[in-house]
Protein backbone atom coordinates (compact mmCIF):
# COMPACT_ATOMS: atom_id res chain seq x y z
CA UNK A 1 0.00 0.00 0.00
CA UNK A 2 0.81 3.78 -0.59
CA UNK A 3 1.49 5.13 2.95
CA UNK A 4 2.41 8.47 1.01
CA UNK A 5 -1.09 8.14 -0.75
CA UNK A 6 -3.72 6.95 0.67
CA UNK A 7 -6.68 6.32 -1.54
CA UNK A 8 -8.71 9.38 0.31
CA UNK A 9 -5.61 11.60 -1.20
CA UNK A 10 -5.99 10.42 -4.92
CA UNK A 11 -7.79 11.89 -7.57
CA UNK A 12 -8.66 9.58 -10.87
CA UNK A 13 -9.82 12.34 -13.30
CA UNK A 14 -10.36 13.61 -16.90
CA UNK A 15 -10.30 16.71 -19.05
CA UNK A 16 -13.26 16.30 -20.70
CA UNK A 17 -13.74 18.58 -23.89
CA UNK A 18 -15.31 19.90 -26.97
CA UNK A 19 -12.27 19.75 -29.24
CA UNK A 20 -11.17 23.71 -29.93
CA UNK A 21 -11.91 24.54 -25.99
CA UNK A 22 -8.64 24.47 -25.04
CA UNK A 23 -8.04 21.25 -23.53
CA UNK A 24 -4.12 20.47 -24.02
CA UNK A 25 -3.42 24.05 -22.76
CA UNK A 26 -5.36 23.28 -19.57
CA UNK A 27 -3.62 20.22 -19.20
CA UNK A 28 -0.06 21.91 -20.00
CA UNK A 29 -1.00 24.37 -17.31
CA UNK A 30 -1.68 21.86 -14.86
CA UNK A 31 1.24 19.42 -15.81
CA UNK A 32 3.31 23.14 -15.02
CA UNK A 33 1.56 23.92 -11.44
CA UNK A 34 1.94 20.68 -10.22
CA UNK A 35 5.43 20.46 -11.07
CA UNK A 36 5.31 18.13 -13.36
CA UNK A 37 6.47 19.73 -16.54
CA UNK A 38 8.98 22.91 -16.77
CA UNK A 39 8.87 24.03 -20.08
CA UNK A 40 5.56 24.83 -21.30
CA UNK A 41 4.50 22.94 -24.72
CA UNK A 42 2.01 25.13 -26.55
CA UNK A 43 -0.86 23.54 -28.72
CA UNK A 44 0.18 25.99 -31.33
CA UNK A 45 3.62 25.65 -31.37
CA UNK A 46 2.58 21.75 -31.65
CA UNK A 47 4.83 20.92 -28.72
CA UNK A 48 2.33 19.54 -25.91
CA UNK A 49 3.24 16.83 -23.77
CA UNK A 50 -0.05 14.52 -23.88
CA UNK A 51 -0.17 14.82 -27.79
CA UNK A 52 2.23 12.40 -28.42
CA UNK A 53 1.11 11.36 -31.95
CA UNK A 54 2.57 12.40 -35.23
CA UNK A 55 -1.24 13.12 -36.44
CA UNK A 56 -1.94 14.86 -33.03
CA UNK A 57 0.90 17.06 -33.28
CA UNK A 58 -0.08 18.19 -36.74
CA UNK A 59 -3.56 18.52 -36.21
CA UNK A 60 -3.06 20.05 -32.41
CA UNK A 61 -5.83 18.21 -31.61
CA UNK A 62 -5.86 15.11 -28.67
CA UNK A 63 -7.21 11.91 -30.65
CA UNK A 64 -5.62 8.73 -28.23
CA UNK A 65 -6.09 9.10 -24.03
CA UNK A 66 -2.83 9.41 -22.15
CA UNK A 67 -2.02 9.41 -18.59
CA UNK A 68 -0.16 11.70 -16.63
CA UNK A 69 0.35 11.25 -12.50
CA UNK A 70 1.16 14.69 -10.67
CA UNK A 71 0.88 16.02 -7.02
CA UNK A 72 -1.22 18.82 -5.86
CA UNK A 73 -1.49 20.85 -2.36
CA UNK A 74 -4.27 23.13 -2.57
CA UNK A 75 -3.55 26.78 -2.61
CA UNK A 76 -5.47 27.18 0.56
CA UNK A 77 -2.82 24.69 2.46
CA UNK A 78 0.79 25.44 3.19
CA UNK A 79 2.95 24.15 0.14
CA UNK A 80 5.71 22.66 2.40
CA UNK A 81 2.43 20.82 3.96
CA UNK A 82 2.89 17.32 2.69
CA UNK A 83 0.20 16.04 4.70
CA UNK A 84 -2.04 17.88 2.25
CA UNK A 85 -0.73 16.81 -0.92
CA UNK A 86 -3.21 15.00 -3.21
CA UNK A 87 -2.00 12.60 -5.85
CA UNK A 88 -3.79 12.96 -9.02
CA UNK A 89 -3.78 10.51 -11.89
CA UNK A 90 -4.83 12.76 -15.46
CA UNK A 91 -6.40 10.68 -17.94
CA UNK A 92 -5.95 12.61 -21.27
CA UNK A 93 -9.64 12.21 -23.02
CA UNK A 94 -9.65 12.71 -26.71
CA UNK A 95 -12.44 15.91 -27.56
CA UNK A 96 -13.10 14.54 -31.04
CA UNK A 97 -16.14 12.21 -31.35
CA UNK A 98 -15.26 10.67 -34.48
CA UNK A 99 -13.19 8.76 -31.44
CA UNK A 100 -16.31 8.08 -29.19
CA UNK A 101 -14.76 4.77 -28.53
CA UNK A 102 -11.76 6.30 -27.10
CA UNK A 103 -13.97 9.03 -25.80
CA UNK A 104 -16.14 5.82 -23.61
CA UNK A 105 -13.35 3.59 -22.58
CA UNK A 106 -11.31 7.03 -21.13
CA UNK A 107 -14.58 7.53 -18.89
CA UNK A 108 -15.15 3.96 -18.16
CA UNK A 109 -12.05 4.19 -15.78
CA UNK A 110 -12.57 7.55 -14.16
CA UNK A 111 -13.74 8.56 -10.87
CA UNK A 112 -14.37 12.24 -11.99
CA UNK A 113 -13.93 14.69 -14.86
CA UNK A 114 -13.26 18.73 -15.58
CA UNK A 115 -14.86 19.69 -18.57
CA UNK A 116 -13.62 22.85 -20.43
CA UNK A 117 -15.87 25.04 -22.66
CA UNK A 118 -14.57 27.56 -24.88
CA UNK A 119 -15.71 30.86 -22.97
CA UNK A 120 -16.74 32.50 -26.49
CA UNK A 121 -18.23 29.55 -28.04
CA UNK A 122 -20.13 28.20 -25.12
CA UNK A 123 -21.46 24.71 -25.23
CA UNK A 124 -20.86 22.94 -28.91
CA UNK A 125 -22.87 20.20 -30.08
CA UNK A 126 -19.76 18.20 -29.73
CA UNK A 127 -20.10 19.30 -25.96
CA UNK A 128 -23.06 17.62 -25.79
CA UNK A 129 -21.61 14.44 -26.66
CA UNK A 130 -19.16 13.91 -24.42
CA UNK A 131 -21.30 15.49 -21.56
CA UNK A 132 -24.17 12.99 -22.12
CA UNK A 133 -21.31 10.06 -22.49
CA UNK A 134 -19.95 11.07 -19.26
CA UNK A 135 -23.92 11.25 -17.51
CA UNK A 136 -23.93 7.49 -19.33
CA UNK A 137 -21.42 6.53 -16.92
CA UNK A 138 -22.26 8.46 -14.11
CA UNK A 139 -18.91 10.60 -13.84
CA UNK A 140 -19.24 13.32 -11.39
CA UNK A 141 -18.48 17.03 -13.01
CA UNK A 142 -16.69 20.29 -12.14
CA UNK A 143 -16.81 22.53 -15.07
CA UNK A 144 -14.37 25.38 -16.46
CA UNK A 145 -15.26 28.16 -18.83
CA UNK A 146 -11.84 28.54 -20.52
CA UNK A 147 -10.77 31.51 -22.74
CA UNK A 148 -12.47 34.23 -21.30
CA UNK A 149 -9.95 36.70 -22.47
CA UNK A 150 -10.22 35.93 -26.17
CA UNK A 151 -12.49 38.24 -27.86
CA UNK A 152 -16.49 37.66 -27.53
CA UNK A 153 -15.25 35.72 -24.65
CA UNK A 154 -18.36 35.73 -21.60
CA UNK A 155 -18.85 33.62 -18.76
CA UNK A 156 -22.64 34.61 -18.40
CA UNK A 157 -23.45 33.54 -21.91
CA UNK A 158 -21.05 30.24 -22.10
CA UNK A 159 -22.30 30.01 -18.11
CA UNK A 160 -26.15 29.95 -19.25
CA UNK A 161 -25.55 27.61 -22.55
CA UNK A 162 -24.66 24.69 -19.54
CA UNK A 163 -27.71 25.06 -18.00
CA UNK A 164 -29.66 25.45 -21.14
CA UNK A 165 -28.07 22.58 -23.11
CA UNK A 166 -26.36 20.28 -20.66
CA UNK A 167 -27.57 20.48 -16.78
CA UNK A 168 -29.85 22.77 -14.44
CA UNK A 169 -27.92 21.75 -11.79
CA UNK A 170 -24.87 23.85 -12.92
CA UNK A 171 -23.74 26.71 -10.16
CA UNK A 172 -21.56 29.39 -10.32
CA UNK A 173 -18.46 28.68 -7.80
CA UNK A 174 -16.97 31.99 -9.69
CA UNK A 175 -17.29 35.00 -11.70
CA UNK A 176 -14.45 37.01 -13.42
CA UNK A 177 -13.18 40.60 -12.91
CA UNK A 178 -13.25 41.77 -16.69
CA UNK A 179 -13.71 39.61 -19.82
CA UNK A 180 -11.87 39.25 -23.37
CA UNK A 181 -8.34 41.92 -23.06
CA UNK A 182 -9.91 43.67 -19.85
CA UNK A 183 -9.98 39.96 -17.53
CA UNK A 184 -7.77 40.20 -15.13
CA UNK A 185 -8.78 37.89 -11.78
CA UNK A 186 -11.95 35.58 -10.76
CA UNK A 187 -13.79 36.35 -7.90
CA UNK A 188 -14.61 33.29 -5.01
CA UNK A 189 -18.25 32.93 -4.45
CA UNK A 190 -17.54 30.89 -1.34
CA UNK A 191 -15.03 32.80 0.49
CA UNK A 192 -16.01 35.88 -1.52
CA UNK A 193 -12.43 36.99 -1.83
CA UNK A 194 -10.90 38.01 -5.32
CA UNK A 195 -8.14 36.27 -7.02
CA UNK A 196 -5.21 37.66 -9.03
CA UNK A 197 -2.52 35.86 -11.01
CA UNK A 198 0.57 36.76 -11.32
CA UNK A 199 4.97 36.39 -11.01
CA UNK A 200 6.25 33.48 -13.50
CA UNK A 201 3.17 31.44 -15.43
CA UNK A 202 0.76 33.28 -13.11
CA UNK A 203 1.85 31.08 -10.47
CA UNK A 204 1.60 33.81 -7.33
CA UNK A 205 -1.93 34.08 -6.45
CA UNK A 206 -2.72 37.39 -4.85
CA UNK A 207 -6.03 37.57 -2.62
CA UNK A 208 -7.60 40.93 -2.46
CA UNK A 209 -10.86 42.36 -1.22
CA UNK A 210 -13.84 41.96 -3.49
CA UNK A 211 -13.73 45.25 -6.04
CA UNK A 212 -16.58 47.36 -5.15
CA UNK A 213 -17.72 47.56 -9.05
CA UNK A 214 -18.70 43.64 -8.31
CA UNK A 215 -19.65 43.06 -5.18
CA UNK A 216 -23.26 43.13 -5.45
CA UNK A 217 -22.91 40.69 -8.01
CA UNK A 218 -20.86 38.85 -6.32
CA UNK A 219 -23.42 38.82 -2.92
CA UNK A 220 -26.44 37.59 -5.44
CA UNK A 221 -24.13 34.62 -7.09
CA UNK A 222 -23.13 33.55 -3.42
CA UNK A 223 -26.84 33.81 -2.43
CA UNK A 224 -27.93 31.74 -5.36
CA UNK A 225 -24.77 29.44 -4.32
CA UNK A 226 -25.75 28.79 -1.11
CA UNK A 227 -29.13 27.94 -2.09
CA UNK A 228 -28.50 25.49 -3.72
CA UNK A 229 -25.95 23.96 -1.53
CA UNK A 230 -28.10 23.75 1.44
CA UNK A 231 -31.03 22.87 -1.00
CA UNK A 232 -29.29 19.22 -0.47
CA UNK A 233 -28.79 19.07 3.06
CA UNK A 234 -31.70 19.27 5.96
CA UNK A 235 -29.38 20.08 8.30
CA UNK A 236 -28.05 23.04 6.71
CA UNK A 237 -31.43 23.93 5.37
CA UNK A 238 -32.94 24.66 8.54
CA UNK A 239 -30.32 26.64 9.68
CA UNK A 240 -30.74 28.82 6.57
CA UNK A 241 -33.79 29.02 7.28
CA UNK A 242 -33.31 30.46 10.66
CA UNK A 243 -31.21 32.79 9.24
CA UNK A 244 -27.63 31.61 10.29
CA UNK A 245 -24.14 32.09 8.63
CA UNK A 246 -23.58 28.46 7.50
CA UNK A 247 -19.76 28.02 7.84
CA UNK A 248 -17.65 27.35 4.60
CA UNK A 249 -16.51 23.66 6.00
CA UNK A 250 -19.59 22.66 5.90
CA UNK A 251 -21.20 24.40 2.54
CA UNK A 252 -17.83 22.58 1.08
CA UNK A 253 -18.83 19.00 2.59
CA UNK A 254 -22.19 19.53 1.06
CA UNK A 255 -21.47 20.55 -2.20
CA UNK A 256 -18.56 17.99 -2.10
CA UNK A 257 -21.10 14.99 -1.52
CA UNK A 258 -23.63 16.74 -4.09
CA UNK A 259 -21.49 17.01 -6.60
CA UNK A 260 -20.24 13.24 -6.47
CA UNK A 261 -23.58 12.45 -6.75
CA UNK A 262 -24.35 14.81 -9.68
CA UNK A 263 -27.16 16.49 -7.72
CA UNK A 264 -24.58 19.99 -8.09
CA UNK A 265 -22.15 20.89 -10.79
CA UNK A 266 -19.82 23.38 -9.92
CA UNK A 267 -18.34 26.06 -12.47
CA UNK A 268 -15.03 27.55 -12.38
CA UNK A 269 -13.68 29.73 -14.85
CA UNK A 270 -10.32 31.48 -16.17
CA UNK A 271 -7.96 31.46 -19.00
CA UNK A 272 -5.35 28.42 -19.34
CA UNK A 273 -3.75 30.55 -21.94
CA UNK A 274 -3.45 33.64 -19.89
CA UNK A 275 -2.26 31.38 -17.19
CA UNK A 276 -5.41 32.77 -14.93
CA UNK A 277 -7.66 30.28 -12.46
CA UNK A 278 -6.68 27.20 -13.34
CA UNK A 279 -4.72 26.51 -9.93
CA UNK A 280 -7.98 27.07 -8.42
CA UNK A 281 -9.88 24.75 -10.46
CA UNK A 282 -7.02 22.32 -9.32
CA UNK A 283 -8.79 22.94 -5.43
CA UNK A 284 -11.87 22.68 -6.80
CA UNK A 285 -10.93 18.52 -7.93
CA UNK A 286 -8.93 17.99 -4.73
CA UNK A 287 -12.39 19.83 -3.15
CA UNK A 288 -15.43 18.22 -5.08
CA UNK A 289 -14.54 14.67 -7.28
CA UNK A 290 -14.32 11.68 -5.82
CA UNK A 291 -11.49 9.69 -4.33
CA UNK A 292 -11.41 6.05 -5.34
CA UNK A 293 -13.61 5.69 -1.76
CA UNK A 294 -15.84 7.95 -3.00
CA UNK A 295 -17.18 5.74 -5.52
CA UNK A 296 -19.71 2.42 -5.65
CA UNK A 297 -17.64 -0.54 -6.08
CA UNK A 298 -17.31 -2.27 -9.50
CA UNK A 299 -18.99 -5.05 -11.12
CA UNK A 300 -17.24 -7.17 -13.33
CA UNK A 301 -17.48 -11.13 -14.60
CA UNK A 302 -15.49 -14.30 -13.63
CA UNK A 303 -13.67 -15.10 -16.56
CA UNK A 304 -13.28 -18.87 -15.18
CA UNK A 305 -17.12 -19.18 -14.26
CA UNK A 306 -18.87 -16.47 -15.78
CA UNK A 307 -20.15 -15.27 -12.20
CA UNK A 308 -21.13 -11.72 -11.32
CA UNK A 309 -18.10 -10.30 -9.29
CA UNK A 310 -17.29 -6.73 -7.68
CA UNK A 311 -14.89 -5.24 -6.09
CA UNK A 312 -14.61 -2.32 -3.65
CA UNK A 313 -11.85 0.55 -3.90
CA UNK A 314 -9.20 -1.42 -1.33
CA UNK A 315 -5.77 -2.49 -0.77
CA UNK A 316 -7.10 -5.83 0.61
CA UNK A 317 -9.22 -6.93 -2.47
CA UNK A 318 -7.98 -9.49 -4.94
CA UNK A 319 -6.30 -7.68 -8.14
CA UNK A 320 -9.09 -7.03 -10.67
CA UNK A 321 -8.23 -4.16 -13.33
CA UNK A 322 -9.66 -2.41 -16.74
CA UNK A 323 -7.48 -1.98 -19.69
CA UNK A 324 -8.44 0.99 -21.61
CA UNK A 325 -6.20 1.93 -23.55
CA UNK A 326 -3.45 0.01 -26.36
CA UNK A 327 -0.55 1.86 -27.82
CA UNK A 328 2.93 0.95 -29.13
CA UNK A 329 5.34 3.05 -28.79
CA UNK A 330 8.39 3.11 -30.82
CA UNK A 331 10.97 3.16 -28.11
CA UNK A 332 8.98 0.37 -25.60
CA UNK A 333 6.88 -1.49 -28.12
CA UNK A 334 3.31 -1.81 -26.67
CA UNK A 335 2.02 -0.42 -24.32
CA UNK A 336 -1.88 -1.38 -22.02
CA UNK A 337 -2.73 1.33 -19.96
CA UNK A 338 -4.99 -0.30 -17.46
CA UNK A 339 -7.12 0.95 -14.39
CA UNK A 340 -6.51 -1.20 -11.28
CA UNK A 341 -9.73 -1.64 -9.14
Known sequence: MNRDYPLEKVRNFGIIAHIDAG????????????????KIGEVHEGEATTDWMEQEKERGITITAAAITCFWVPTYEKASDLSKKHRFNIIDTPGHVDFTVEVERSLKVLDGGVVVFDGVAGVEPQSETVWRQADKYHVPRICFINKLDRTGGSFEKSYKSILDRLTKNAVR?????GEEDKFEAVIDLLKMKAYYFEGDMGSTIREEEIPASHLEDAKK????????????????????????EI????LKRVLRKATIGEAIVPVFTGS??????VQLVLDGVIDYLPSPLDIPSVKGTDPKTGEPMERKASDSEPFSALAFKLQSDPYVGQLTYFRVY
Open 23 to 38: KTTTSERILYYTGSSH
Open 221 to 244: FRAELVEKIVAEDDALMSEYLEGK
Open 272 to 277: ALKNKG
Open 173 to 177: MQIPI
Open 247 to 250: PIVD
